[in-house]
């Protein structure tokens, strides 16, 4: 059974950095089989899914068009985690995050959720 | 904007059956069967209920179903329970700015 446990901040000030970690236990993140995702909820933007990371023989990243400039998604293979960092946040990216695993065909566990709030 | 258009609500009486589409382009569901459904209660986060637009995973009961026509994919529940009401996002891939899943709006489902 895959199990994902976020942790981060739940406050963070306006232009500085988003911060997320989620840690995977019943799969790997090296796994060629699996992909990892962060996926965020707010009532104004509904489900969007921010970015993923991957491994298949080396890493790779996708990251959607919107935040593309400002995110990182990165895999820690010694703690077997995820992370994320989204940089120079405004009051518009205050959202439920959520951290996921996908497989070929669709996202299928998903983190506990963190809601992070941008404000001073 | 959601890139998938779905109702805002729907609802049905125990014992009955509700239907909820999810209207996308060629895109994304006219060009892939990559349609999944999830089941969100408050403050929970989501759960699979349909991947490939009519696969169940192991766990979900049978009262679940998908199907996909055209540039539409539907979820069906038959034999309404007071515990489905909740929120139903569906889902796809698609390739339209390069890799991305992309999700509907949400449809609530009352159970009256």
Known sequence: ?120 | QPALTQPASVSGSPGQSITISCTGTSSDIGSYNLVSWYQQYSGKAPKLMIYEGTKRPSGVSNRFSGSKSGNTASLTISGLQAEDEADYYCCSYTTASGFEWVFGGGTKLIVL
């Open chain 1, 1 to 120: 059974q895959v199990q994902l446990q976020q942790s981060g901040p739940g406050l963070v000030k306006p232009s500085q950095t988003l911060s997320l970690t989620c840690a995977i236990s019943g799969d790997s993140v090296s796994s060629n089989s699996a992909a990892w995702n962060w996926i965020r909820q707010s009532p104004s933007r509904g489900l969007e899914w921010l970015g993923r990371t991957y491994y298949r023989s080396k890493w790779y990243n996708n990251y959607v068009v919107s935040v593309k400039s400002r995110i990182t998604i990165n895999a820690d293979t010694s703690k077997n985690q995820l992370s994320l960092q989204l940089n120079s946040v405004t009051p518009e990216d205050t959202a439920v995050y959520y951290c996921a695993r996908s497989g070929e065909t669709s996202i299928d566990y998903w983190g506990q959720g963190t809601l992070v709030t941008v404000s001073s």
